[in-house]
């Protein structure tokens, strides 16, 4: 990852970056992102040089203070942290989850979800600050989308946690695309093995 990280990280026109006390902030369309830094790592806001000698906007060059091990792997770390911190107040992030089960749903009240998904009560989870939570009409499908990759990753596992897929019928809350290994339950493995006599 450090050679990636060597490589300067283009600044989009309709991107804003600043360095101050150890952070990067960074500022686009969809918002504002603090990033703070490791002391191992120097970073330095530079204007890009074209072949042409004309400028073409701001860069990023990341440097890490000695070659150690860690901070080796603090370099890329940062460099990718700095990199999804851009795409994310550019494009924003998102994932998607999908409620299998008979009666399982999701609904949407103001800042909290409510889900149905089995248990003897309503499991209540409250939307993180910058956070938007979408709940399709057949309410199995819900899609988070926000600026922050970590925070809207974290959220989809804490919400995949209240009821993970289960591997004998597959219910449960699972990412969209995700794919399931079922088990053969005892009934149909002690049909199997009376078959093999």
Known sequence: ??????????????????????????????????????????????????????????????????????????????AALVKNAIKGVVEGFSKELEIHGIGFNAILEGKKINFSVGFTHPVKLEIPDGLKVVVDPKQTLLTISGIDKYKVGQFAADIRSIKPPEPYKGTGIRYKGERIIKKAGKAAAGAAAGGTK
């Not at 960074?26 to 072949?51: C, H």
């Not at 000698?53 to 770390?77: A, C, E, F, T, V």
């Open 1 to 78: 990852m450090s050679r990636l990280a060597k490589k300067p990280i283009k600044v989009p026109e309709k991107v804003t970056v600043n360095l101050s006390n150890d952070a990067l902030e960074v500022k686009g369309p969809l918002g504002s992102i603090k990033q703070t830094l490791n002391p191992s790592i120097k970073l330095e806001i530079m204007e890009s040089k074209p072949s042409d000698g004309r400028s073409d906007g701001k860069q990023i060059q990341l440097k890490r203070l000695n070659n150690s091990k860690s901070s080796k792997s603090l370099h890329g770390l940062f």
